[in-house]
């Protein structure tokens, strides 16, 4: 694996510090990958404005890209080693969480940049792939952002499911790795960065899921508002996110649409 052997080493531990987490279960692994990968990632990501999906609405403003062909190879030697078996079973030793798999696509791994003025505001994470009929329950995100200041901002937010408390505040920094589980006790994302020309956000990603059994409830993709959001905002953010899960609703109804419309990858 190309992970900092102290983690593997120490996977007991790291597990109970993820139980003993609440509401929302996540552990901050710094110097995540060896130092020569991290580097290698860092000095070939790929350029802002050749990144394909832009996301870009009232809640969000970013882009990200899955297409691993067309990057350095060393992105898709990471992708394959946290697909791998090795890696698998840390994962579900650290989270306790058994038969965690990623799939080969946008819905399991690639990498997220923003520029100046980027931002996602707390949202929930749909924990249902309607392609694969999967149970989405934990994100990985590696950060990749040498010589971050503290005040470009950006960091992941981690708040109180009712929104009352940023619970945690991580920084965004280089080689640091965040895992922490997707469900509703976990609404997360990140203010608007402040950052020079030629600086941006840089993160790659991957989602892990499992069978679905008799404990799964399908929670649907949702933003949410900070208590300091502005007062239109607020209602505006509201309606839209109403009116998204009731079209949702009728068209899965109707039997046109799947519960997901891929609405993803919010970090």
């Known amino acids: 694996m190309k992970i900092n052997s102290k983690y593997i080493k120490s996977i007991s531990e790291l597990s109970q510090d993820f139980r003993d987490q609440s509401p929302c279960k996540f552990v901050v692994l710094d110097d ?14 790929p350029a802002l404005d050749s990144l394909k999906v832009k996301r870009k609405s009232l809640n969000e403003n970013k882009v990200e890209d899955y297409h691993f062909e067309r990057w350095d190879p060393v992105f898709s030697e990471v992708r394959d080693m946290i697909q791998s078996n090795d890696f698998l079973n840390w994962m579900s030793e650290l989270t306790g969480i058994s038969g ?6 946008s819905l399991g791994s690639g990498i997220h940049q923003g520029g100046h003025g980027s931002f996602v505001d707390i949202h929930i994470d749909v924990n249902f ?43 965004p920094l280089f080689n640091r790795a965040v895992i922490f589980l997707t ?44 208590p300091d959001d502005r007062f239109l905002k607020r209602v505006a953010t509201k309606l839209k996110e109403s009116i998204k899960i009731e079209t949702k609703r009728l068209l899965k109804k109707m039997g046109l649409k799947s519960l997901d419309f891929q609405d993803k ?3």
Not at 32 to 45: P, V
Not at 151 to 171: F, Q, T, V
């Open 129 to 171: 792939d309607p392609k694969s009929e999967m149970w989405r329950r934990i994100n990985l995100l590696i950060y990749l952002n040498k010589n971050w200041k503290k005040d470009y901002g950006g960091n992941l937010e981690l708040w109180s499911p009712d929104m009352r408390e940023c619970k945690h505040s991580i920084a």
């Open 32 to 45: 995540f990958l060896d130092k020569e990968i991290a580097d290698q990632l860092f000095s070939t990501f």
């Open 100 to 105: 965690l798999v990623t799939p080969d696509n």
């Open 183 to 226: 469900d509703e006790n976990s609404p997360h994302g990140y203010k608007a960065i402040n950052i020079p020309e030629g600086e941006s956000r840089k993160s790659f990603y991957a989602y892990y899921y499992t069978e679905i059994d008799e404990n799964f409830k399908y929670s649907d993709s949702k933003f949410v508002s900070r």
């Open 265 to 267: 990858n919010k970090k």
